[in-house]
């Protein structure tokens, strides 16, 4: 069974970093690329970036080049997401996805959330 | 980037009603249109990919249609479990944006 498991909530200070995970299982973790979605509370969905685990390549969408670091770690199947100076506005829940072959993604964690409030 | 709108953006129904919810690109995306639920509090659930391809294990009562700029999503006989949010996607060219959702509710 293919499954995404997210790292727990966070609530961090403004100006602190963070680094969250995804860990996947039930399939060949470097078969599949893996995505980012931000959900601020009470708005839509917003794609981030994604990352191949087979060789590192990673695609940002310009909105988030630059505020956050997407990477992964082939050897133990997961994927992070990164920030080195959260804001408020960095205060969403976070959702992993696998990403198929057309573009869609099939399977999705649970969500981690992230609140950052002084 | 490519721009997605969906309409409505709310919509009101009834268990067994016939809905449809479009969605427009804002320049030509061939078949790469994906269709999402989510229901509160839960992560989204793909539920169409490639325009037309129904994701394994979602009930028939769900399609999707559509090529070029626009496309529909259509449930064919509302069932109570399906009153959530849906989200269009194009995954033609990076950003893969999303539209900004329509939110069904019971009538």
């Known amino acids: 069974e293919v499954q995404l498991v997210q790292s727990g909530a966070e609530v961090k200070k403004p100006g602190e970093s963070l680094k969250i995970s995804c860990k996947g299982s039930g399939y060949i973790f470097t078969t599949y690329w893996i995505g980012w979605v931000r959900q601020m509370p009470g708005k839509g969905l917003e794609w981030m970036g994604i990352?191949?685990?087979?060789?590192?390549?990673?695609t940002y969408n310009p909105s988030f080049q630059g505020q956050v670091a997407i990477s992964a770690d082939r050897s133990i199947s997961t994927a992070y997401l990164q920030w080195s100076s959260l804001k408020a506005s960095d205060t969403a829940m976070y959702y992993c996805?696998?990403?198929?072959?057309?573009?869609?993604?099939?399977?999705w964690g649970q969500g981690t959330l992230v609140t950052v409030s002084s | 980037d490519i721009q997605m709108t969906q309409s409505p953006s709310s919509l009101s129904a009834s268990v067994g009603d016939r809905v449809t919810i479009t969605c427009r690109a804002s320049?030509?995306?061939?078949?790469?249109l994906n269709w999402y639920q989510q229901k509160p509090g839960k992560a989204p659930k793909l539920l169409i990919y490639g325009a037309s391809s129904l994701q394994g294990g979602v009930p028939s009562r769900f399609s999707g249609s559509g090529s070029g700029t626009d496309f529909t999503l259509t449930i064919s006989s509302l069932q109570p479990e399906d009153f959530a949010t849906y989200y269009c996607q194009q995954s033609y060219s990076t950003p893969h944006s999303f539209g900004q959702g329509t939110k069904l509710d019971i009538k």
């Open positions: 990352i191949n685990p087979a060789d590192f390549d990673t």
């Open positions: 996805a696998r990403q198929g072959f057309g573009g869609y993604f099939d399977y």
């Open positions: 320049q030509i995306i061939s078949s790469y």
